[in-house]
């Protein structure tokens, strides 16, 4: 018995030993094919760094105000007759916008002018008189100072008339009318909005060390939200303030808008860039081809190499730690770590590491502007 058990022991170990060893062989083949096997290289589009002339920018953010605006209000009081234009509409300086009721006005107006014909006729048998000697130099001195008093009577009847008779103070668009037709008006009730849109002022902030940038007469562009995606108006600087903001130290500048079109209105919010009367020679790459990282921002470039072993040519990618600059629409400037003519992987940079292999295919490269046109903005 104990010999039987004997037996299926040392079969059960050699068992376990062939087991083991077959176990093993196949490990270390696993092992050997792992260490020959090269991973195949990754496909990327790519992209040239260019050396470019930039015109240097101020870039800030600013509002639009009108170069004449004002809500145009009632100066005495007095019930309206007559609404004379159009919400919305384009006025030109001396407009009739509203009438109010000036019957009683005008009744003391008739009393008044006859009371300055009279004044005058008086005036002029006085001065006949006192030629004749027929009458005192004090009674032709009464005699005018009466037809000049009735006079300022009738003109100040008139200009009572004149505020009551409301009209556009300068050329411009209406905005919503606030007054109906028989409502009473109080002094300074408002009547309608009034706003100049061409020109059109700009105005904007920028920090102290940019003053000795600034200069009357400069180009500022201009974009909005309201405008088109592609959309950039023009103008120039026209004031710069003389003071700068104790709170703050920024400078307020102002610019001056053509805007024909009128697309733009007073309390739009816009993005503006001072282009200073300088060139700057940058080398600049695609945004996309950075990968940033806390640590500091990267590129790949590629470069040749060759194998030790087959001696065929391949591409692969080094990782480089570059500074950037500027970025203006799909470029971005790298004012160090890259020179000119450097090839630099443009799209999946997040998947590669330094050294892998790559091959490069540019049939799906994005294509790259200063001035991009989204088409789904």
Known sequence: MYKRLSITVSGLILLVGVLVGIKALQFQTMFAAGAAM??????VTTAAVRAEAWAPTIDS??????VQGVD???????????????PGTTVKAGDLLVQQDTSTEEAQLRAAEASVA????NLNRARELIAQS??????LDAADAQSKQ?????DNIRATIAKKTIRAPFGGRLGIRLVNLGQSLKSGDPIVSLQALDPIFANFLLPQQRLPDLARGLVVRVTSDGLAPDQVIEGRITAISPDVDSATRNVRVQATLAN????????????LSVVLPTTEHVLVIPATAVLYAPYGDSVFVVEEKKETASGAAGKVVRQQIVRLGERRGDFVVVNSGLKAGETVVTTGVFKLRNGIAVTVDNRLAPDAQLAPHPSDT
């Open 61 to 66: 953010i600013g509002s639009l105000a009108a």
């Open 260 to 271: 024909a079109s009128e697309q733009l209105h007073p309390g739009m919010f816009v993005n």
């Open 72 to 86: 145009v209000a009632a100066e005495l009081d007095g019930k309206i007759v007559r609404i004379a234009f159009e």
């Open 150 to 154: 009735t006079v300022a009577q009738a």
């Open 38 to 43: 090269t991973m195949p290289p990754e496909p």
């Open 134 to 139: 027929t009458i005192s130099q004090s009674e």
């Open 118 to 121: 009279l004044a005058r006729i």
